[in-house]
């Protein structure tokens, strides 16, 4: 059974950083390509960025793109989501995704941005 966990939301201020880790098991983590999606409070999912299995080709969506590096390491089953200059757009639950087999995500991360 796919598992996600989750960590590393917190209350951050504009232009400071956080880094979000996401723990998976129960599949072959280095075979799996993964992504980082959240969602705003009152709005729909937003896909953030993946990483590639191999860990060498990584891509982001524009509304985080140069801020923020999704980063993994096959060795510990884990991968990151540093986000860096961070606004109060950014704000929402964080969640991470495992794209090849099913689809499934964790329970989430919360991050709020604020002053």
């Known amino acids: 059974e796919v598992h996600l966990m989750e960590s590393g939301g917190a209350l951050a201020q504009p232009g400071g950083s956080l880094r979000l880790s996401c723990a998976a098991s129960?599949?072959?983590?280095?075979?799996?390509?993964m992504s980082w999606i959240r969602q705003a409070p009152g709005k729909g999912d937003e896909w953030i960025a993946t990483?590639?299995?191999?860990?060498?080709?990584?891509i982001y969506a524009d509304s985080v793109e140069g801020r923020f590096t999704i980063s993994r390491d096959d060795a510990v089953n884990t991968v990151y989501l540093q986000l860096n200059g961070l606004t109060e757009d950014d704000s929402g639950m964080y969640f991470c995704?495992?794209?090849?087999?099913?689809?499934?995500r964790g329970r989430g991360t919360r991050v709020t941005v604020s002053s």
């Open positions: 995704r495992e794209d090849n087999i099913s689809g499934v």
């Open positions: 129960g599949f072959t983590f280095s075979q799996s390509d």
């Open positions: 990483v590639y299995r191999g860990g060498k080709r990584t």
